[in-house]
C-alpha cells in the first residue's frame, strides 16, 4: 500500500475514525473489568484523591457519564475511546516534529498497534487513560517550546518569546494533571530536568521554567490534602510496592519483560528496540532535542519499573507509558528507510504485521470473554466440584455480572416474601473485587447496600464506602454471594468472626457458550456483630 505525501493528513483522519469505531463497540459490548468497576465507585464517591490513585479517572468517568447519568459500560468508558483517538494524534504531531509527517503517520499506526494503547488505555477505563493523554500533551507542549527557541538566533535563545514560554507553562499543568491521574507522570519531570542539566543549562536562568514546575507543584494539592487527612496512607501503600533493595528474583524480571512485550505488540515492542539501536549508531537522522527529550523521559520510566521487578513483583503497564513514548522514534527509523521516496511512500510490512496481530488478539480475546470456548477446548475432561468451575479464567472477570443480578434477584425476592429477609438487607463483600462488581451491577440496580470485610489492603476505598453508607449494623442480617471461580466458602474466618450463622440459601450457575462457566453460592448471614 502506498501514500502520496499530501494525502498523509487523510490517511490520519480514516485511521482515526476505523480505530474510534471498533473501540466504542468493544467499550460498549464488554462488561466492565475489576480494576474498571472499581474505579466507578471513584466516580460514586469523589474525593480529592483515593487509597490507589489520586481522582483524574473518576473525574473523567464523571465528566464523560455527565456525573453518572449515563451509567451503562459504555458511558464510563466514553473518556477512554475519546482521549486515546485525541493520543493518536499528538503521536502523529510528536513523530512530525521528531523527523516528518510521514515519521508522523508510521507512530500513529505504531501506536494504533500497541495493546497497552488501543485497549488498555482506550477501550477500559483505567487510570492509565488519562495519563497518557495528559502526558502526550505535556510532551509535544515541551517538544514545541524547546524546538522553537532553537529556531531563534543563537544569541537570542536565551530568552524566549512571550507566546514560546507560555507554552512550557502549560507543558507544566499538563504535567501536573498527568500525575493527578497517576504519581508515575512525575517522570516526565525527570525527562525535562535531565534534558535541561545536560544540553541546555542556560534555561536554568528562566523563570519560567520555575513557574511551570510550580503550576505542577500546584496540581498535586489534592492528594496533600487527602493523604494529610487520611495519615498519607497512599504514599505508605505504594511505597510498600516497591523496593530499592532486596534479593534478586530473575522470575519477577522474566514477567515484567515478557509483559513489556505483549502489552505493547510484540512486533512494536521488538522494533522499538531496533530503532533504538539503529539510532544510537546515528543511522538515522532526527530533530535532535525533540529525540533527546524523548529518550531522557522514556528511559528512566522503563528502566525504574524493570529494576524494581528485579526484587518485586511488578506490573507490565506501569512501564508502559516509557514505551509509548519512543514509538515516534521507531516511526522515524521506518521513515528513514524510505528518503529515497519522492513524494509516495509505502506502509511497511511491520506495521501491517503489527496491526493484524493487535486485531486478532483483540478479535480472539473478545471471542472467548463471550463465549469461553477456547478456554473450555483445552480444559481438562476431568469433572470439577462445584467450587472449583470456573477457576483460573480471568475472562470471567468480564462476563456473567448481568445473569448473577437477574438469579440472586430470584432467590432474594423468594426469601422476602417469606419473611426470612428484609428488602433492604445489604450484600457482603470480602475484597475490593468482587466488592466493586456486585455493588455495581448487583447491589446498586436492586437498590442495595454493598459493604466489604477486611482491612484496608483488602477492600481499599470500601473502608471508607462502609462509612459513606452508614456502616454495617449489628443484629442485621446481610447476604453473601460467593463464585465458584473465586470461592471462599461459608468456613470463612472473617464471615465466622463476625456473624452467629452462615446458612446456605441457594446455587445457581452462570452460562456461556452454552456452558456452565461458573456457580453462585447465595447465603444468608445472620446478625451481625463486631469482632473483637
Given at each position: ?19 474510534t ?10 462488561e ?8 466507578w ?5 469523589p474525593?480529592?484523591s483515593?487509597?490507589?490513585?489520586p ?7 464523571q ?11 459504555f458511558?464510563?468508558r466514553?473518556?477512554?475511546?475519546v482521549?486515546?483517538t ?22 500513529a499506526?505504531l ?5 497497552y ?6 477501550v477500559f ?9 495528559f ?28 507566546p ?30 535531565l534534558f535541561?542539566?545536560f ?38 501503600f505504594?511505597g510498600?510496592?516497591v ?6 528474583r ?15 505488540n510484540?512486533?512494536v515492542?521488538?522494533?522499538i ?6 539510532y544510537?549508531r546515528?543511522n538515522?537522522q ?30 507490565p ?21 524510505q ?6 511512500y ?6 501491517i504485521a ?17 463465549t469461553g470456548?477456547?478456554?473450555s ?12 468451575v ?9 462476563y456473567?455480572?448481568d445473569q ?12 422476602v416474601a ?21 455493588d455495581?451491577?448487583?447491589a446498586?440496580?436492586l437498590g442495595?447496600?454493598?459493604y ?7 477492600i481499599?476505598k470500601y ?9 454495617l449494623q449489628d ?5 453473601f ?28 450457575a452462570?452460562?456461556?457458550?452454552g ?6 453460592f ?11
Amino acid at each position: 500500500m502506498t501514500i502520496q505525501e499530501k494525502n498523509i493528513p487523510k490517511v490520519l483522519i480514516i485511521l482515526l475514525a476505523i480505530s474510534t469505531v471498533i473501540r466504542a463497540f468493544l467499550a460498549g459490548f464488554h462488561e466492565l473489568g475489576n480494576d474498571e468497576v472499581y474505579y466507578w465507585t471513584y466516580a460514586l464517591y469523589p474525593d480529592w484523591s483515593h487509597f490507589d490513585h489520586p481522582g483524574m479517572v473518576g473525574w473523567m468517568m464523571q465528566l464523560f457519564s455527565l456525573n453518572l447519568l449515563f451509567d451503562s459500560e459504555f458511558a464510563l468508558r466514553l473518556s477512554s475511546v475519546v482521549l486515546m483517538t485525541v493520543d493518536t494524534w499528538l503521536i502523529y504531531l510528536i513523530g512530525t516534529q521528531l523527523k516528518n509527517k510521514i515519521a508522523g503517520l508510521f507512530a500513529a499506526l505504531l501506536y494504533t498497534a500497541s495493546l497497552y494503547a488501543f485497549v488498555i488505555t482506550g477501550v477500559f477505563i483505567m487510570p492509565d487513560t488519562p495519563l497518557m493523554f495528559f502526558t502526550l500533551i505535556s510532551i509535544y507542549l515541551f517538544i514545541r517550546y524547546f524546538k522553537t527557541k532553537y529556531d531563534f538566533p543563537v544569541e537570542k535563545q536565551n530568552f524566549a518569546s512571550l507566546p514560546c514560554n507560555i507554552s512550557l507553562l502549560l507543558a507544566g499543568l499538563f504535567a501536573g494533571l498527568a500525575m493527578l491521574s497517576k504519581y508515575s507522570a512525575a517522570f516526565i519531570w525527570v525527562g525535562v530536568g535531565l534534558f535541561v542539566l545536560f544540553y541546555d543549562r542556560k534555561e536554568l536562568k528562566n523563570g519560567y521554567l520555575y513557574l511551570s514546575v510550580l503550576i505542577s507543584a500546584l496540581c498535586l494539592l489534592p492528594i496533600l490534602i487527602w493523604n494529610m487527612q487520611n495519615d498519607f496512607i497512599s504514599f505508605t501503600f505504594h511505597g510498600d510496592r516497591v523496593s530499592l533493595f532486596g534479593k534478586p528474583r530473575f522470575d519477577y524480571l522474566g514477567t515484567e519483560l515478557a509483559g513489556e512485550l505483549l502489552y505493547n505488540n510484540p512486533i512494536v515492542y521488538i522494533l522499538i528496540i531496533i530503532a533504538l539501536a539503529s539510532y544510537f549508531r546515528r543511522n538515522f537522522q532526527t530533530e535532535t532535542s525533540v529525540s533527546r527529550l524523548l529518550l531522557l523521559t522514556a528511559l528512566p520510566w522503563i528502566g525504574i519499573f524493570i529494576y524494581f521487578s528485579l526484587t518485586r513483583s511488578t506490573l507490565p503497564h506501569w512501564s508502559a507509558p516509557g514505551v509509548c513514548l519512543l514509538i515516534p522514534i521507531a516511526g522515524a527509523y521506518l521513515a528513514s528507510r524510505q528518503e529515497n521516496m519522492t513524494g509516495i511512500y509505502r506502509i511497511p510490512g511491520v506495521i501491517i504485521a503489527a496491526l493484524l496481530l493487535l486485531i486478532t488478539a483483540a478479535g480472539v480475546g473478545s471471542f472467548e470473554i463471550k463465549t469461553g470456548h477456547i478456554q473450555s477446548y483445552f480444559a481438562s475432561k476431568k469433572e470439577v466440584e462445584m467450587t472449583s468451575v470456573g477457576k483460573g479464567d480471568v475472562t470471567l472477570d468480564m462476563y456473567g455480572w448481568d445473569q448473577m443480578r437477574e438469579g440472586f434477584a430470584k432467590v432474594r425476592d423468594s426469601l422476602v416474601a417469606r419473611d426470612e429477609m428484609q428488602a433492604d438487607d445489604g450484600i457482603i463483600a470480602l475484597k475490593w473485587f468482587p466488592a466493586a462488581n456486585m455493588d455495581y451491577y448487583i447491589a446498586t440496580p436492586l437498590g442495595l447496600k454493598l459493604y466489604a470485610l477486611g482491612d484496608l489492603t483488602q477492600i481499599h476505598k470500601y473502608y471508607w464506602i462502609n462509612q459513606y453508607r452508614g456502616g454495617l449494623q449489628d443484629s442485621r442480617n446481610y447476604w453473601f454471594i460467593d463464585q465458584s471461580y473465586n470461592y471462599y466458602g461459608s468456613d470463612n474466618w472473617q464471615l465466622q468472626a463476625h456473624f452467629e450463622q452462615i446458612i446456605p440459601v441457594d446455587t445457581f450457575a452462570i452460562y456461556r457458550g452454552g456452558q456452565i462457566a461458573e456457580y453462585i453460592f447465595v447465603y444468608k448471614l445472620e446478625n451481625y456483630r463486631c469482632a473483637n
